[in-house]
């Protein structure tokens, strides 16, 4: 048993490894994580050929739907680029908030959470990266930091698919779910705001902005605690980031200098572009219907090792083609380039050029995340996933609500969303729970909300943001940065869930 546990542990270990220690690039350490988990699936844990044929083409289409948001996101960034409008931007902030802290803060914290309220996977980073480059900061710290200040938006983010995942897996009622995760998140509003600010300006930028995090982390956590207890977990992350974002506009003073607000106003068109359509989608029924009619969809067998761990039949992941969050990020691409163009501020072949720079900087960011959702699927299928966390909540035994939130993280970390990890170990939680006598809500608030740190860490979402700030190859760095405070956030709240279970 406990050389199976370890052999299960191995592809995410040497992923560590190769990452942390020898800052392998994803495309490097994905293939080769990808490789080893692929031949002990086989050779130890009785994957067939029809299983391994199954998890790849269902891998193929997580790819697919991590891929479509990469391309989208960098081609923003093009456009805007292209026009001028990321300079202009990086240039009239400082205008806006004296301090470079609080620039910082409130594009990583509000509006790297409302981004990912409208969008989903790695788009927080791809798109707030290249705007923290054109304030001043290096490329790594400028991924570090959206990364730690949008991870307690990632449970009601998505239009709440993560929370409906949990839902779904265990049938425990949304209403007694929604209390203990937006509770418990609220706490990490503030983690994360404070993580954000002291990765943008050390501890001094904490101390000397202690007013608008304790402001705007009490309206984004209440804001996301009354939407989600009142039915509406749908719209939490949303609504709390963009009240969030809103509270945080009033530190802001009048713009001076040449930097007027309608250049301003119109170097943000190809974002402001992205806003509104993602509102439109999302609050106009009509639209969003049928925006998702056409969709890729795949029905996939039952599959099962020699060793009798199953998998039931059912859809890989499903993909809303007009709906998804990589077509939102081309209809505000296109939006952005018309407006661009229409005021002058292309220079002729900028189409080109934009076009060229977006296939040469997604080429490698596409075939790691390829490698690395291969290898979780693969894990997953062969029952290596639900192994490694059921060994985890066996050797806790009583201690098992500080290792509630860990198991919650490590399935985020391994699959890459926090969606996959409630439903591979939401039941898992429930049982633990019931049989050691703890309250089943706290534990699977636990689950989600350690899936939502955890999942900044994912290689696999790391890849979207390097490819926008011009850092791919280096995902070993940003995650060795990212290590320590997300484990600091971890085991705050794993000590609360110990105290509340």
Known sequence: MLLDWALAALPVVLLLVLMVRFHWGAAKAGPAGWLVATILAAFRFGAGIQLLAVA??????????????????????????????????????????RDRGMQALLISWPFASFLQGVGGFGVPVAVTAPLLIGLGFEPIPAMVIPSLGHAWSVTFGSLGSSFQALIGSTGVP?????????ALLGVAVFGCGILAARAAGRWAAVVRLAGPLLLIGAVMAG??????THRLWHLAGFGGSLAGLLVGLFFARRPTGERTPRTLGLALAAYLALILITLAVQLIPPLEQGLGRVQIRIDFPEVRTELGFVTSPGPGRIIPIFRHAGALLGYASLVGYVVYRQTGRYRPGALRRIMEGTLSRVAPASLAVLALVSMAVVMAHAGMTELLAGGLAQAAGRAYPIVATWIGALGAFITGSNTNSNVIFGQLQLRTAQLLGYRVPILLAAQTAGGAIGSVLAPSKIVVGTSTAGVAGREGEVLSRLLAPCGVLLVVLSLIVAAAA
């Open 56 to 97: 790849h083409a269902k891998a193929l289409l997580l790819a697919l739907d991590v891929l479509l948001i990469i391309w989208g996101a960098f081609l923003l960034y093009r456009v805007a680029d292209e026009a001028g409008a990321v300079e202009v931007i990086s240039q009239s902030l400082p205008q806006l908030f």
């Open 174 to 182: 949304g209403e007694q779910l929604a209390a203990p995760a937006a």
């Open 223 to 228: 804001v996301q605690y009354w939407l989600a």
